[in-house]
């Protein structure tokens, strides 16, 4: 006859302890880490431990089960969160990790992968080219390919399960003169914050699901 201790410690046992995942983010103008503690408040929905760090001050990811990093592009993706992924591509080769890159322009050219990694685009961020099969400079310089292409060159052969590409938010106040022309011409953004709740949020609902291959259904 089983004992009601003998139960209990079974149920322990059987109960999964939550799965750990570390939110690294970089910035430049302050409108990332709301994104990175967006994704983190829905990681904690689905039944996750989740902690955000800054890429500068992130320490170590031992301990943890999965590592999200994220972003955003100025003038390629955040020097910080490139440098962390850089230099704990060991460590991270280790654990699942996922990206996301926050940006101003991104042009949608069909791709739903980036050298396989899967990507995922907001809708409020993707353009689709004006003329299909001929692309602008900027069209060009904006696609999937480009941004998320040159990252997973330099982290190589680290390998996210997935890459998220998110609108970002734009304050000409807080940028000096050549930042502002780089985004006016260049990248021909628009200013204001473009940044799109619902998109973060159900991208990081599936991540439980891309991380670690469960599907786990929101608690709240
Ligand atoms: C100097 C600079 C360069 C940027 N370069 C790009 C770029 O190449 N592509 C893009 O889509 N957005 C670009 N952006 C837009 C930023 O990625 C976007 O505004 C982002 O949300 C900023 O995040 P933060 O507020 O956390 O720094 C750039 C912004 C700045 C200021």
Same mark, same amino acid.
């Given at each position: 006859? #089983?004992?009601?201790?003998?139960?209990?410690?079974?149920?322990?046992?059987?109960?999964?302890?939550?799965?750990?995942?570390?939110?690294?983010?970089?910035?430049?103008?302050?409108?990332?880490?709301?994104?990175?503690?967006?994704?983190?408040?829905?990681?904690?929905?689905?039944? +996750?431990?989740?902690?955000?760090?800054?890429?500068?001050?992130? =320490?170590?990811?031992? =301990?943890?089960? !999965?590592?999200?990093?994220?972003?955003?592009?100025?003038?390629?993706?955040?020097?910080?969160?490139?440098?962390?992924?850089?230099? /704990?591509?060991?460590?991270?080769?280790?654990?699942?990790?996922?990206?996301?890159?926050?940006?101003?322009?991104?042009?949608?050219? &069909?791709?739903?992968?980036? @050298?396989?990694?899967?990507?995922?685009?907001?809708?409020?961020?993707?353009? #689709?080219?004006?003329?299909?099969?001929?692309?602008?400079?900027?069209?060009?310089?904006? /696609?999937?390919?480009?941004?998320? &292409? @040159?990252?997973? +060159?330099?982290?190589?052969?680290?390998?996210?399960?997935?890459?998220?590409?998110?609108?970002?938010? $734009? @304050?000409?106040?807080?940028?000096?003169? $050549?930042? #502002?022309?780089?985004?006016?011409?260049?990248?021909? !953004?628009?200013?204001? @914050?473009?940044?799109?709740?619902?998109?973060?949020?159900?991208?990081?609902? &599936?991540?439980? =699901?891309?991380?670690? &291959?469960?599907?786990?259904?929101?608690?709240?």
């Amino acid at each position: 006859m #089983k004992t009601e201790a003998g139960t209990a410690m079974e149920s322990a046992a059987t109960v999964a302890s939550p799965r750990r995942v570390l939110v690294v983010y970089a910035t430049k103008y302050g409108s990332t880490p709301k994104v990175a503690e967006t994704i983190a408040e829905e990681l904690r929905a689905t039944g +996750c431990e989740a902690e955000v760090r800054t890429a500068g001050d992130a =320490g170590t990811t031992a =301990g943890f089960d !999965a590592v999200v990093v994220g972003g955003p592009m100025i003038f390629g993706w955040h020097k910080d969160a490139l440098k962390y992924v850089k230099a /704990r591509r060991d460590a991270l080769a280790a654990v699942p990790v996922a990206y996301f890159i926050t940006a101003a322009s991104l042009t949608d050219d &069909g791709s739903d992968a980036v @050298d396989g990694v899967p990507i995922s685009k907001d809708s409020w961020l993707v353009k #689709k080219p004006r003329r299909e099969g001929k692309l602008t400079f900027r069209e060009n310089y904006a /696609r999937p390919m480009n941004y998320l &292409g @040159d990252v997973l +060159c330099a982290t190589k052969p680290l390998r996210p399960r997935q890459a998220a590409f998110f609108a970002g938010a $734009l @304050d000409l106040t807080k940028m000096n003169i $050549l930042e #502002k022309l780089f985004v006016m011409l260049v990248i021909g !953004a628009s200013p204001g @914050d473009g940044r799109h709740w619902d998109a973060v949020r159900e991208w990081a609902r &599936g991540l439980p =699901g891309a991380l670690f &291959g469960e599907e786990r259904a929101a608690t709240r």
